[in-house]
């Protein structure tokens, strides 16, 4: 079943607990990037920690392989189980990132493509499929590819097989979560969601679009 994964960009601590605890029964994972982490503070993860929910660090990490490996030390020593690494900057790059995951019993995913417009400028034209290969041939647990673009999650899927598809760009960047759903492992949404009246609610309506 395709799960949902709630992707927490606000800034101040007290909405993000609250937005978290009220969604936490209809969503399966919880990613957490800069904003939030800047705005709040890393022991944002110990505090989202009682929900008992994976929490993904989307940190895009994107550095040399000691810098990488310091950074996903510091990340799953935070509470994090999961950390979004970049690709671009080559295999011993990525592998740092998956050797501290699997180090803590935690996962790696590597960015093969990304949902903005602008992402075509470098990842199409073959760049997506090398860091989709990349993604396999450095043990990564899977990638994050673009629910703005299903046809490139097709292509994308079929260099990767079982691994995990991580999906951002539906709702607030256009994509249809009912057609991302059958071709990912997970639907990330954001802004529909934290933004919605009652985020509750709306979790449990894309929750319920995601699995029917
Ligand atoms: N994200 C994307 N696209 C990518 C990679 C990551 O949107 O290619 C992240 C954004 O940084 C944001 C979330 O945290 O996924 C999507 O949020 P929203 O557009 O649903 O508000």
Sequence with gaps: MTELILALDVLDRKSAIAIAEASAPHVDAIKIGYPLVLAAGLGIARDLGGLGLPLIADFK??????????????????????????????????????????????????????????????????????????????RADGIIAPATRPERIAVLRGIIGSRTI???????????????????????????????????????RYAARIRQ
Aim: aromatic content about 6%; some cysteine; charged content about 15%.
């Design 61 to 138: 990490v994107a550095d040399i392989p000691n810098t990488n490996r310091l950074i996903c030390e510091q990340v799953f020593a935070a509470g994090f189980d999961a950390i979004i690494a970049h690709g671009f900057t080559g295999s011993d790059a990525a592998r740092a990132c998956v050797a501290a995951a699997h180090e803590t019993g935690g996962a790696c995913y590597i960015v093969a493509e990304m949902s903005h417009p602008g992402a075509t400028e470098f990842f199409h034209g073959g760049t997506a499929e090398r860091l989709a290969e990349l993604a396999v041939t450095s």
């Design 166 to 204: 991580y999906s951002p760009g539906v709702g607030a960047q256009g994509g249809d979560p009912a057609v991302v759903a059958r071709l990912v492992d997970g639907v990330i949404v954001g802004r529909s969601i934290y933004e919605a009246p009652d985020p509750a609610a709306e979790a449990e």
